[in-house]
């Protein structure tokens, strides 16, 4: 996927911007000082992906203070396919999605996809496992429209159990049949995250090595809410076993009236030359391997996708040393997949082939 044209339109203070196909490169920069708008021009290219930006869910925060709509428009390959999106939102309005000029809903499969690098990101390694299930989810709903279903049914099924716990009398034949429901997602779910993280986990090592030119043994393991042995992990153990566990803790569940196991408690665990990475990896450690998990996030895309999504990454280049910084340059500079990132200071790093853009409130200059 590769943006060949972007033009914003009273989108945060952005009165008018147009970066044109002549001046868009493979790798592309947007510099200049803080609070001119830089993030603001990757968030204009982050929610064309239809989802909500990452900055605020109310899309009436996006549009200029002065305006009462904001416009983007891109035109982009997607694939062999020449495509041109158009995102429009009016104050308190419903926003529209429009394709080759014909209106769609936000979930189209040839809408842009995205991987988003944003300094929080640090924390997903040592921050909560919601976080950890949230990139793996948010990846595989990028991947797959099905399994986007998947986690909205597994989610209504979960919520009628948790209310049918929080009723006095439990009646068991209706939970017995709520748990073959729940079991019958969430082994489906639990088998598309392993198989992903698997795929994961042989790309960000070779990342990982070149960006820091040391061979680090990484491993991503997926933690399970219930036991099972690794060897015995398919479709049909997962959900036997977490229909065993769920008829064990019943008593329990019921004392506590919620659902104590399932893809919703599951985790991920890093681990950096085997000692788990959020216990014993130094911060720069674990940023490092952020930065080179996203990257796998894209090949990985890829690999299953058969195109690159956009690679969008805020204010990674600060939180580097100086011979990372240029490694991740180097390695943005000659990868197949276009980036956009932003970067205050560009002064002490190769840029040599990248388009670089010096934006100042709110405009190219
Ligand atoms: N709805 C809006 N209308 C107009 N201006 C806005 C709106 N929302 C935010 N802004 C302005 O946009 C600017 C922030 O832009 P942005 O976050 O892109 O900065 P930046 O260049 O990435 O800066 P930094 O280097 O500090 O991260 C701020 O000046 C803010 O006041």
């Known amino acids: 996927m590769k943006v060949k044209e972007l033009a914003v339109k009273n989108f945060r203070n952005i009165k008018e911007i147009l970066l044109p196909e002549e001046r868009l490169g493979n790798l592309n920069i947007f510099t200049g000082n803080n609070g001119q708008g830089k993030t603001n021009l990757l968030e204009a290219l982050y929610i064309l992906s239809g989802n909500s930006s990452f900055r605020s869910p109310n899309y009436d925060h996006l549009v200029n203070y002065e305006k009462e709509y904001f416009n983007i428009n891109a035109k982009y390959t997607a694939g062999e396919k020449d495509l041109e999106i158009g995102l429009t939102y009016t104050r308190s309005k419903s926003k529209e999605i429009f394709l080759n000029r014909k209106k769609i809903r936000s979930k189209h499969p040839y809408i842009p996809k995205v991987v988003l690098f944003i300094p929080d990101d640090l924390y997903l390694i040592k921050g909560s496992p919601g976080r950890r299930r949230n990139f793996i989810d948010f990846m595989l709903k990028q991947i797959s429209a099905e399994y986007a279903y998947l986690i909205e049914e597994y989610g209504k099924i979960l919520k009628k159990r948790n209310l049918m716990l929080k009723k006095e009398?439990?009646?068991?034949?209706?939970?017995?049949?709520?748990?073959?429901?729940?079991?019958?997602?969430?082994?489906?779910i639990i088998m598309q995250r392993i198989n992903l993280i698997n795929m994961l986990e042989k790309e960000v090592r070779d990342i990982y090595s070149f960006l820091n030119k040391e061979e680090a043994d990484i491993?991503?393991?997926?933690?399970?809410?219930?036991?099972?042995?690794?060897?015995?992990?398919?479709?049909?153990?997962?959900?036997?076993?977490?229909?065993?566990?769920?008829?064990?803790?019943?008593?329990?569940?019921?004392?506590?009236?919620?659902?104590?196991?399932?893809?919703?408690?599951?985790?991920?665990?890093?681990?950096?030359?085997?000692?788990?990475?959020?216990?014993?990896?130094?911060?720069?450690?674990?940023?490092?391997?952020?930065?080179?998990?996203?990257?796998?996030?894209?090949?990985?895309?890829?690999?299953?996708?058969?195109?690159?999504?956009?690679?969008?990454?805020?204010?990674?280049?600060?939180?580097?040393?100086?011979?990372?910084?240029?490694?991740?340059?180097?390695?943005?500079?000659?990868?197949?997949?276009?980036?956009?990132?932003?970067?205050?200071?560009?002064?002490?790093?190769d840029v040599k082939g990248a388009a670089v853009f010096n934006v100042k409130d709110g405009s190219i200059v």
């Open 169 to 188: 009398a439990i009646r068991d034949k209706t939970l017995n049949i709520l748990d073959g429901m729940l079991t019958e997602k969430a082994a489906l």
């Open 219 to 349: 491993k991503i393991k997926y933690a399970l809410s219930f036991p099972i042995p690794d060897e015995k992990v398919n479709i049909s153990t997962l959900k036997a076993r977490m229909a065993e566990e769920l008829i064990k803790i019943r008593n329990q569940e019921g004392m506590r009236k919620t659902t104590l196991l399932g893809p919703h408690l599951d985790d991920i665990n890093f681990y950096y030359n085997n000692k788990l990475a959020r216990f014993f990896s130094s911060q720069g450690q674990q940023r490092n391997l952020v930065v080179a998990l996203k990257i796998a996030e894209a090949q990985t895309f890829c690999r299953i996708r058969g195109f690159y999504p956009l690679f969008l990454l805020d204010e990674v280049l600060s939180e580097l040393d100086y011979e990372r910084r240029n490694l991740l340059l180097k390695y943005l500079g000659e990868a197949e997949f276009q980036t956009f990132m932003t970067a205050v200071n560009i002064d002490d790093i």
